[in-house]
């Protein structure tokens, strides 16, 4: 199918992929995973859509035919590709254009009544919902969230729906972290300053706290039960292993840099288990219909929409961190 974009987010990872830390934009390269847009033309063989409709798609471009494909697991497909991303294995131009072609079978429709802004953002949203299926998320229990990017908070959403009694989530931007709050974080920790927020409230202490310390502390010294890192980062992660208690999961999500380090001893002697949750596996048409229902707010995580040929400056100023910037999409 050819698409005619509507509307593109601009990731985190595509900011600091844009960089060259990560690896995965080596250019040229057009970039952008999370749009959706109207049906130009489709193929010869294409007969459940047609042109006109307005649509979303998957970020993972799968064959739809190998063994991972056939069992639905399609973030693990064989020959697997990423839109806007590009690898020494694979390179796969991406949305961030007036057009791109994707196959059909990762093309979604969407209700009249959703925008194309709000389709944008049902990638990320597809993310959470696969890292909290991957999670283990406890019915009433206690989980950390590490990074309130937009990645974060959908997850945060997620683990809410899964039925998390107390979430706690972490980052070391003030902005971020109120709008975790506005999304239903109940308490809020500043992983640089250690002050813990609850209600919009600050909670004094004696002295600040490691991350780890906080979230131990929080749990009466336990830990939690499920730990989300969704950041990438080796202290992040090291941070997600110290605040988990024993028997608990550990979900990977960011991956900014390559390799973590933590403490190994500890990670046995707790029996942790780790999980990598990449991409999204089948979650898009339960999304389309958790976003379009209101369940999950996406509007909140929208702080521009710039037409794209602003898109230099808006990665100049995400990349900066200066402004409280969260999610901006570009409209071709």
Same mark, same amino acid.
């Given at each position: ?34 749009? +959706? ?13 047609? +042109?006109? !409709? ?19 697991? @399609?973030?693990?497909? &064989? ?21 791109? =072609? ?13 925008? $194309? ?16 299926? !991957? ?20 997850? *945060? ?5 899964? /039925? ?19 999304? /239903?974080? &109940?308490?809020?920790?500043? +992983? ?35 730990? @989300? ?10 941070? =997600? ?12 999500? /960011? ?11 500890? $990670? ?15 979650? @898009?048409?339960?999304?389309? &219909? ?24 808006? $990665?100049?100023? *995400? ?14």
């Amino acid at each position: 199918m050819l698409i005619r974009v509507k509307a593109v987010g601009i990731c985190g990872s595509d900011v600091h992929g844009a960089t060259g830390r990560t690896g995965r934009r080596l250019p040229p390269l057009i970039m952008g995973h999370e749009a +959706a847009g109207v049906i130009e033309r489709v193929g010869a063989n294409v007969t459940w859509l047609r +042109a006109g !409709r307005r649509v979303c798609f998957d970020s993972t471009v799968y064959c739809n035919r190998c063994e991972a494909c056939l069992a639905r697991r @399609f973030n693990r497909c &064989d020959k697997r590709q990423v839109l806007g991303v590009s690898t020494p294995q694979f390179k796969r131009h991406g949305a961030m254009a007036e057009r791109v =072609a994707v196959p059909s079978w990762i093309v979604f429709p969407i209700p009249d009544e959703m925008s $194309f802004v709000k389709a944008a953002l049902l990638e990320p949203v597809a993310i959470g919902i696969h890292a909290a299926n !991957r999670g283990n998320v406890p019915e009433g229990g206690t989980v950390l969230v590490i990074g309130a990017g937009t990645i974060g908070l959908c997850v *945060l959403a997620a683990v809410r729906l899964k /039925g998390a009694g107390r979430v706690i989530v972490a980052d070391i931007d003030e902005f971020r972290l109120e709008m975790a709050r506005r999304l /239903g974080a &109940d308490v809020t920790v500043n +992983a640089r300053t250690g002050i813990l927020c609850t209600g919009g409230t600050p909670l004094t202490r004696e002295a600040p706290l490691t991350l780890a310390g906080a979230v131990r502390d929080i749990t009466d010294g336990r830990g939690v039960q499920a730990a @989300f890192e969704v950041v990438g980062l080796p202290e992040t992660f090291a941070a =997600a292993v110290a605040a988990t208690r024993t028997g608990g999961t550990i979900v990977a999500v /960011g991956n900014i840099q390559p390799r973590a380090e933590f403490d190994l001893q500890q $990670f046995i002697a707790s029996e942790l288990t780790v999980t990598g949750s990449y991409a999204s596996s089948g979650e @898009f048409e339960q999304c389309i &219909d958790l976003v379009a229902s209101g369940r999950i707010d996406v509007e909140s995580l929208v702080s521009e929409v710039r037409p794209l040929r602003e898109g230099a400056e808006a $990665f100049e100023r *995400l990349l900066a961190g200066k402004e409280k910037l969260l999610k901006v999409v570009l409209e071709p």
